[in-house]
């Protein structure tokens, strides 16, 4: 085989043929920042034009109470700690209530996993949401928790997402992927779910007609070819399924986690990431540029670099501000918006399925989904 060149790259590019996992690490170990995002820039636009979504969203973290210790992780609390919190129905109820009243189309549910609560806990957070304001979409619980449910359960995991999806579950969350690399994985969070069980899992929700996003953590112990690798083992389950929607590289925020020795990553490696990802995810529509974990800054120039949607509002974010994000905690639409349009874009409000919202004052109806071009 030959060894990769940036010519040859370039024409695979422009011919919208994919790239070799060795490609893919040349890329990250030796191609500049402007050429990486030049490349990517232009295969986001083949695919979206100037089209840059945002969502209206809102977050709920029900517990922070975790069986596991990622060392990542600044979120996660003992139970006995001051820190510990756990929501009740009625506090659902309330965040729900609020998202309504601020015309969120999307919950994001993720959280610790606590030792003293059963799988119907978990369930009936989704209930309580579902019955409270039955329109808002569901996203929750990242394939690490669906893998705890299963443990806790004994059952298959197409049984735990089937409990939940008739409670009112919407599609699953991108988290708890980090680095597939065993290696890797082992040093970071070696008990939790295995990158093999968070694969099983996402291709038995693309079974079921779920969709589903997935993310990299980077930034930490890992390289290239661990990033590269994730990145194709990605690949290879969206060419198997087709279910997955978005992309999300995620920056490791070191502080108050058991890695506060290493550095954040800077803003040049951010974007080396978002642009590495929409040109090795050749079968992703979209990559987003996750706002409250790059900073509105770098997420507003990843727009020229690859990414194509901005993730939304937000609201009450725990796990990157817990870790030193100095992000607000929400955005509204208009900054969103300003954001976008700086950018040279056309700002899109999606629901979480990618489908146009049509918004008349307070209420809001959902229309049919962007059309995205992938031909050359
Ligand atoms: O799995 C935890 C990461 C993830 C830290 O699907 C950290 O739309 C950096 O997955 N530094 C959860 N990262 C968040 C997540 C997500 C976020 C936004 C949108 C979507 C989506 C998904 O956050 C975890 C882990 O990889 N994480 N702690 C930290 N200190
Ligand atoms: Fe628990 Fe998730 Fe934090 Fe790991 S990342 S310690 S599973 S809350």
Known sequence: MSTPNLATIESKVLANERLTF??????????????????????????????????????????????????????????????SYVFSDDMIRER?????????????????????????????????IHETWPDIHIKGWTGVEINWFAHLTKKPYDWILQQLIDAGLGSLPGGGAEIFDEGVRSQICEHKADSQAWIDIHRAAHQLGLRSNATMLYGHVEAAQHRIDHLLRLRDLQDETGGFQTFIPLAFHPENTGMDYLKKPTGHMDLRMIALSRLMLDN?????????????????IALGFGADDVDGTVVHE????DAGAKTPEGLTVNALHRMI?????????????????????ANWTIGEPVPVSVGV
């Open 318 to 321: 725990l796990i990157y501000h």
């Open 284 to 300: 992703f529509d979209h990559i987003k540029a996750y706002w409250i974990m790059l900073g509105e800054e770098t997420a507003q």
């Open 96 to 128: 729900v209530l609020e998202a309504k009243a601020s015309g969120a189309t999307e919950i994001h549910v993720v959280g610790g996993l606590h030792h003293q609560k059963k799988f119907d806990w978990y369930v009936n957070v989704v209930r309580v």
């Open 341 to 361: 349009r700086e950018a040279g874009c056309e700002p899109v409000e999606r629901d979480t399925l990618y489908r146009r919202v049509i918004r008349d004052g």
């Open 22 to 83: 060795d490609e893919g690490v040349f890329l990250d170990e030796q191609v500049d920042l402007l050429t990486l995002g030049r490349l990517a820039n232009l295969v986001r636009t083949r695919r979206h034009g100037n089209v840059a979504y945002y969502n209206t969203n809102i977050h709920l973290n029900p517990t922070n109470v975790c069986v596991y210790r990622c060392r990542f992780c600044a979120f996660r609390s003992d139970l006995k700690s001051e820190k």
